[in-house]
Structures are given as structure tokens and as C-alpha cells.
């Protein structure tokens, strides 16, 4: 493999704090898509609904802070931080009581300890940290329950149609309630990202978003509601397509096959999704042209690599711009239909 793609480029550098003032950007666009998003819903929120859009950007700063330690670029970071804290699975837990929206937000601040361990610690120090998010999950809802908050109906789960829905999350399937899934274009980064995971043999990682998934398809226990598991492996997801944004811009020729992949992968999507729109809901059409669309753009991109043209900040444009308008009217759709 490329130099993308080696251990030693995608190992993990402690780069949290080297400029704060990047941090403080993310949180600033953070809060302007956040009172973009929930703006037309002001009048109908108390002064405890106002939680919400702080924990949409709490979620976003703490998937950007947890990715810079093995994303450098700040663009990968800052779609990791709108992944998690804008996704689908985080817009619709922050729908119900606004402390349902708060330990979600809370999870990837939760995982800090594990991710930023200092080095000489023992490895089992790092196993017990990387078991806080799960303990602090329970302990909310055992807490909620004794104090009569129920702060999410119990019995949402992820079901098997769920994975359909991962693939088209702005379709409501079968009136289904687990908005769990990703914006369409971060498919392709998503890949990438997977495949520098493994190739870095982090397989500890793929364990714990494992657990997440398993407890989400799981019925409750202690009185919690099994969706709020899946914020672990949806935080994980983030945090990957993270790493493959950076993957995919700075992909050598060596490379260009996970690039190649990627892209075929969008377009097999974009037909698989106009094919369900001619048979079942139309909804589904919104799909097919976004994921043609970042089929395109990593199409393109594919295309640069086998000329050899390096030109990475247009790669970074074209990519980011694409994947920004999917999140961007992704997101609003999302909130539209909640509230």
C-alpha cells in the first residue's frame, strides 16, 4: 500500500491544543448551522428547549477534538465533528428531552481519557477508560428512571430494516423511529477510512463499534433505551470518515484503487437507490443524486490521481463542497421532519 495507507502515517499524533483557534472555528460553524437548523422552531421552544442547539455543537466539538488525534487535517476533523453532532442518529435523539440530546453530546468527551492517554500508562488502564462512555450511558438512565425523567421512550431499537436505512437516511422506512445512518457521500471516505483502520490494525476500535451495534439491536436492559448505544459506533463512523476525508486527498498513485473502490461503491448506491424509487417511494431519488454525485466528485478526484496531479487543496475543495451540501440539506430535512 501507498504512504496514505501506511502504519506509520495513520499510527496517531497527539495534536489537540496545537491550535485552539482552529477548535474555536469548528465551534463557530457548529453554532451558525445549529441556530440555522432549529431557528424555525424557536417560538415553539421553552428555555429548556434551547438545549438543543447546544448540544448539536457540544456533539460536533467533541467528534472534532477526539479525530485530531489521528486526523491532522482540519477539514477532516471539522466533517467528523458535523457527522456526529449533525447526523441523523444525533438529530433524532436530541428531538426527545433535551437530556436524552446531552448524553449523546457528552459520549465522544466521554472517550478523551482513552483517546489522549498518555503512552507509558499500562494497556489496561486504556481498556477500562475506553468502557466510561458505556458505564456513563447506564448510569444516566438509572438515574432518569429513579427520578421519574424518562427522557426517551425505552423500546427504540435498531431492527434489520435499519440497515437499509443506513444507506438512506432521509427515508423514513416502514414508519420506522431509529434514524440510524450517514449523509451519502461520506460512504466513500467512510471506506477509505475503514481500510486505513485495518491496514493500521486497530482492532480494538472495530470492537468496541461492534459492542455499540450489538447493544442497539439488543432489547432494553436497566431501563435503557438500546438507540442510545448506537452513539458509540455512530461517533466511531465519524470519526473514520474523518481519516478517509484525509485518505482521499492525500491518496498517492499508489493508492488510487481505494479511490477507484470508493467511487464505484457511490455509483452502485446511486442506482441501487434509483431502483428503489421507481419500485417503492420516490423519497428515495434524493438519494440516488447525491450519491451520484459524490461518485462524480471521487470519480474525479480517481482521475487526478492516475494523471499523477497532485493538487490536493482542489481535491480537498471539490470533495468538501459536495459533502457539505449533503449534510447541509440532509440535516434540514431531518429537523423538518422531527419538528
Not at 476533523?77 to 428531538?95: E, K, Q, V
Not at 448506537?230 to 473514520?240: C, N, Q, S
Request: glycine share 8%; with cysteine.
Amino acid at each position: 500500500m501507498g504512504k496514505v495507507f501506511s502504519r506509520k502515517n495513520i499510527s496517531g499524533v497527539n495534536v489537540m491544543g496545537e491550535d485552539f483557534r482552529k477548535f474555536a472555528s469548528a465551534g463557530i460553524i457548529y453554532a451558525a448551522i445549529a441556530i440555522y437548523l432549529y431557528q424555525p422552531y424557536f417560538n415553539r421552544f421553552g428555555l429548556l428547549q434551547f438545549i438543543r442547539l447546544a448540544n448539536v455543537c457540544v456533539a460536533g466539538l467533541g467528534a472534532y477534538a477526539i479525530s485530531r488525534r489521528w486526523v491532522f487535517s482540519f477539514w477532516g476533523s471539522l466533517f467528523a465533528g458535523l457527522l456526529y453532532g449533525f447526523g441523523p442518529l444525533m438529530l433524532r435523539i436530541n428531538s426527545f428531552h433535551p437530556t436524552a440530546g446531552l448524553i449523546a453530546a457528552m459520549v465522544p468527551w466521554l472517550f478523551c481519557p482513552a483517546v489522549f492517554r498518555p503512552k507509558r500508562k499500562p494497556k489496561w488502564v486504556n481498556r477500562v477508560l475506553c468502557a466510561l462512555p458505556f458505564l456513563v450511558i447506564a448510569a444516566f438512565f438509572l438515574v432518569t428512571t429513579y427520578l421519574h425523567l424518562f427522557a426517551m421512550p425505552k423500546q427504540i431499537k435498531l431492527h434489520a430494516i435499519d440497515l437499509l436505512r443506513f444507506f438512506a437516511p432521509m427515508v423514513r422506512i416502514n414508519g420506522g423511529s431509529a434514524y440510524f445512518g450517514i449523509y451519502h457521500i461520506a460512504i466513500a471516505p467512510l471506506v477509505v477510512g475503514f481500510a486505513m483502520l485495518l491496514a493500521a490494525k486497530r482492532y480494538g476500535i472495530l470492537l468496541i463499534l461492534l459492542a455499540g451495534l450489538v447493544l442497539g439491536f439488543s432489547n432494553s436492559f436497566l431501563e435503557i433505551t438500546p438507540i442510545m448505544w448506537v452513539t458509540i459506533p455512530a461517533l466511531g463512523f465519524a470519526v473514520i470518515i474523518g481519516e478517509g476525508i484525509q485518505g482521499l486527498v492525500e491518496a498517492g498513485f499508489s493508492d488510487r484503487k481505494w479511490v477507484l473502490v470508493s467511487a464505484i461503491v457511490l455509483a452502485g448506491l446511486s442506482v441501487a437507490m434509483t431502483i428503489l424509487s421507481a419500485k417503492y417511494s420516490t423519497a428515495f431519488s434524493q438519494g440516488a443524486k447525491m450519491y451520484m454525485l459524490g461518485a462524480v466528485v471521487v470519480g474525479t478526484i480517481y482521475f487526478m490521481l492516475r494523471s499523477k496531479m497532485r493538487m490536493n487543496r482542489v481535491k480537498m475543495l471539490i470533495l468538501c463542497l459536495a459533502m457539505g451540501v449533503d449534510v447541509f440539506f440532509g440535516a434540514r430535512f431531518i429537523v423538518d421532519m422531527l419538528f
